[in-house]
Structures are given as C-alpha cells and as structure tokens.
C-alpha cells in the first residue's frame, strides 16, 4: 500500500484561514482569575480575594467613586532552560473590577495581605452612609 500526500491548496479563503488562526495562536494567553467575597456592612464594604503567591508589590489597588479594582501580577519562579514534566502554576497579570452600589471613601481603605489573602475594608462616602431620621411629634 503506498500512502501519498496531497499538498494543500493554498486558496485566498485558507490563507485568510491559516493567519486567523496562527494570529489567535500567537495572541492566546491564559487569563488569571482570582475568587471574592464581597461584604455589605452598615458603613463599609468587606472585601476578601484570594491571591495565593502574589505580594503586595506586585499588587495595583484602584478605588473610583463606587470602583474598585484589584490588578496585579503573580510571578512564576520556574528556571529557565530546565525541562519540566509538568508546569501547571499560572502566571501573569490579572484584575478585576468589581463595582458597588454606593460611592466609597479611597481615603480611609485598609488594605492587608495576609496567607494569601486580600482583605480590603472600604468606607462608604459620608453620604452614603444610612442615617437615622428622628421625627418630631407636635
């Protein structure tokens, strides 16, 4: 039995094919997520996400109006040149953008990270905050 291979034809409509895909190929890059918890308080928020192996220099923590977003990088330690049998840890950059429903005080966040874990704790604006309306009677 003789096996022949047949070259393709390059048509203008698998060319256009073949730099679609090999531009999706070079372009295609894992994107890191990260889970939250995001607290509702009588006058702030809690947030908490998990970023394991990430430190706080490499972390970028934005707050706009009722915006907050949580961008950084996680770095790999792996060497290069060395073969890996497998490499399964992620790297690279991420973010998130989570938005409130009230507008938030940037000024007064408290922000630590500790085991991993991102813990942001984010006051409402004064006029956000609930108040309580006494009634007078007559």
Known sequence: MTLYINPVRRTPRRRMLDELMSDWEDDYSVELTFPIDVKAEGDSFTIKALLPGVHPEDLDIQIVNEIVTIAGELKADREEGCNYLLAERPSGRFHRVISLPTPLDASKV?????????????????????RTIKINRK
Do not use: S
């Open 110 to 130: 408290e922000a630590e990270l500790e085991d991993g874990v991102l813990t942001l704790r984010v006051p409402k604006t004064e006029e956000a905050k609930p």
